[in-house]
Each structure stands twice: as structure tokens, then as C-alpha cells.
């Protein structure tokens, strides 16, 4: 059974930095994407950064590019996400998603497309 634990989130002000963290288990990394989502009260969730493990290709969108990093421990089965220069539009509940990959690509950063998800966890950004 495929399970993901994220924690690290919490209150930063603008500017500062967090780094979440999402276990693991289940699952081998081979053949999977791992991504970063978040999402606010009322609105969709936003697809934030992915990684293939197998080739490290990475992704991200617009709004994060440059001040965020996705990263990966395979031994440990871990997943990370490197926030610096958090802006209050950051606020959200991030969660950790996994799925197979296409073949050679990953598929869109896109909630439909995930098949396995953790459970959460708030970051507040102040201004």
C-alpha cells in the first residue's frame, strides 16, 4: 500500500525559507513521479513541482521557478521540497502525489493525473 507523510510546514514571514518533507513507503521510486502540490480554501489545487527520479528530470511551475527545489533521498524514500523567498501567496496546504510515469515523460502537473496523496501540511506565510 502506497503511503506518503508530509510534514515540515508551519509559520514563516516573508522571505524566510521551509523545507517539507514527505515519506515514502510502498512503492519502489523507479517508474514513479513524485510531486508537490498545495492548495488554498475555496480555490483548485496547483500543481507546484515534480521530479522522475529515474532521470532527476524536474518541473515546475511558474509561480515557484527559481525559488523552490524539489529533491529527492531514494535510499531514505524521501521527497523534499525546498521553499525559499516565501511570499503570502504561498500559503497553502501542500501535499505529496505519486504516479507512474508515461514511458519517458511525466504526465502534467495536474491533480486528475496522481493517483496517491498524503495527507498535508499547512504553510502560513505572513506579511
Known amino acids: 500500500e502506497v503511503q506518503l507523510v508530509e510534514s515540515g510546514g508551519g509559520l514563516v514571514q516573508t522571505g524566510g525559507s521551509l523545507r517539507l518533507s514527505c515519506s515514502a513507503s510502498?512503492?519502489?521510486?523507479?517508474?514513479?513521479?513524485l510531486a508537490w502540490f498545495r492548495q488554498v480554501p475555496g480555490k483548485e489545487r496547483e500543481g507546484v513541482s515534480c521530479i522522475s527520479p529515474s532521470d532527476s528530470l524536474t518541473y515546475y511551475s511558474d509561480s515557484v521557478k527559481g525559488r523552490f527545489t524539489i529533491s529527492i533521498d531514494g535510499a531514505a524514500n524521501m521527497v523534499y521540497l525546498q521553499m525559499n523567498n516565501l511570499q503570502p501567496e504561498d500559503t497553502a496546504v501542500y501535499y505529496c502525489?505519486?504516479?507512474?510515469?508515461?514511458?519517458?515523460?511525466?504526465?502534467?502537473?495536474?491533480?486528475?493525473?496522481?493517483?496517491?496523496w498524503g495527507q498535508g501540511t499547512q504553510v502560513t506565510v505572513s506579511s
Open positions: 510502498g512503492f519502489a521510486f523507479d517508474g514513479y513521479v
Open positions: 502525489a505519486t504516479t507512474l510515469t508515461w514511458g519517458r515523460t511525466m504526465p502534467p502537473l495536474i491533480p486528475k493525473w496522481y493517483r496517491d
